[in-house]
């Protein structure tokens, strides 16, 4: 919402001089801030974990998805990065494979990549190609006896390459994972909170009839301050409480975070900046797909709202 809005301020000062303690503490900006949260999202994600950072947020959805299935495997995409915890490290291949390399129990699927990928944006069903390939990767880790825990993936890869999936790609993933057992985990930490216009979460983007099971959030979510968040179902939290081990964060969801978080979706709601983020972006857009026709570099514009890729190429025939 812009560096250091006033809004932004007031609300983390004034919340600071009243009281900040950790979240053994009740204190009714959490709930408040839980119930504000759950309006911007799917009825079934309804229980929130409050963390400090996107990192801590993926780690835990990892642990939420291996408890409620009792698997262990992870699909994520080529390029990925979901952060710089150890467990993150290794489900991200941007990472790892500069690094230690694959672990056996992570499998990595190909970027829904319609311009650079396998299956480019002139393939009958582009969506569902790649989500076969999601499907083989799955067969392959059954016949080695191997079972998938989750799906992770960023609801529009960044890393990758700015990349926007074909609608319906995800349905039909999910469709497979579940079969598997395992759960679909929507990274929404850098792509979350109106960036992409159309929508207010970008998993939205494929289509009112998909909700994933886990949600994180980061970066965004507090305007620059450390906060973050997992959504996830009533069945999964249950699974995950029921081991005995409560999930503790001493300053995950304290009152100046809540504060703030609430100031954030103050400001977006306020100054619309979801429609902001359309017009902007497409105005952006037309700009530059009128500097592509001018310039061979140019070999993609693609984007939605202000999540914008621009691929620089040497041959238009590669």
């Known amino acids: ?17 009243l009281l900040n303690t950790n979240s053994r503490y009740l204190h009714d900006n959490l709930v408040d801030y839980a119930e504000r949260l759950s ?55 941007y990472k790892f494979r500069n690094l230690e390399g694959q672990k056996e129990w992570v499998h990595v699927a190909p970027v829904p990549d319609t311009y650079r990928g396998l299956y480019k944006e002139d393939h009958e069903d ?18 080695r006896g191997r079972k998938i825990a989750a799906f992770f993936v960023e609801s529009l890869p960044s890393v990758g390459g700015q990349i926007i999936p074909p609608a319906g790609y995800f349905q039909k993933v999910a469709q497979h994972v579940h079969e598997a057992g395992g759960v679909f985990i929507a990274d929404e930490i850098q792509v979350g909170f109106g960036r992409v216009g159309k ?64 100031a954030v979706l103050d400001v977006i709601e306020k100054e619309h900046l979801q429609a902001h983020a359309t017009q902007v972006g497409n105005f952006l857009m037309k700009l530059l797909k009128e500097q592509q026709i001018k310039h061979p570099i140019i070999g993609d514009v693609r ?16």
């Open 1 to 17: 919402v812009g560096h250091c809005h006033p809004d932004i301020v007031k609300a983390a000062h004034e919340q600071n001089q």
């Open 39 to 93: 309006k911007t999202l799917p009825e079934k994600l309804c229980i929130f974990y409050f963390l400090n950072s996107g990192s801590e947020a993926n780690d835990l959805a990892l642990r939420l998805a291996r408890q409620y299935t009792k698997h262990e495997d992870v699909i994520v995409l080529d390029h990925a990065y979901h952060g710089h915890l150890t467990s993150l490290i290794d489900i991200s291949p």
């Open 126 to 143: 582009s969506a569902t190609a790649y989500a076969d390939e999601v499907k083989n990767i799955i067969e392959n880790a059954h016949k």
């Open 199 to 262: 929508h207010f979460w970008a998993f939205q983007l494929q289509g009112e009839g998909f909700t994933p099971d886990i949600v994180t959030m980061g970066k965004p979510i507090g305007n620059g301050h450390p906060i973050a968040c997992v959504a996830t179902t009533k069945e999964i939290a249950e699974a995950f409480a029921a081991t005995g081990v409560e999930y503790f964060n001493t300053f995950g969801g304290n009152p100046v975070s809540c504060a703030v978080g609430l």
């Open 303 to 318: 984007g939605c709202g202000l999540f914008i890729g621009v691929d620089l190429i040497k041959d238009q025939g590669e």
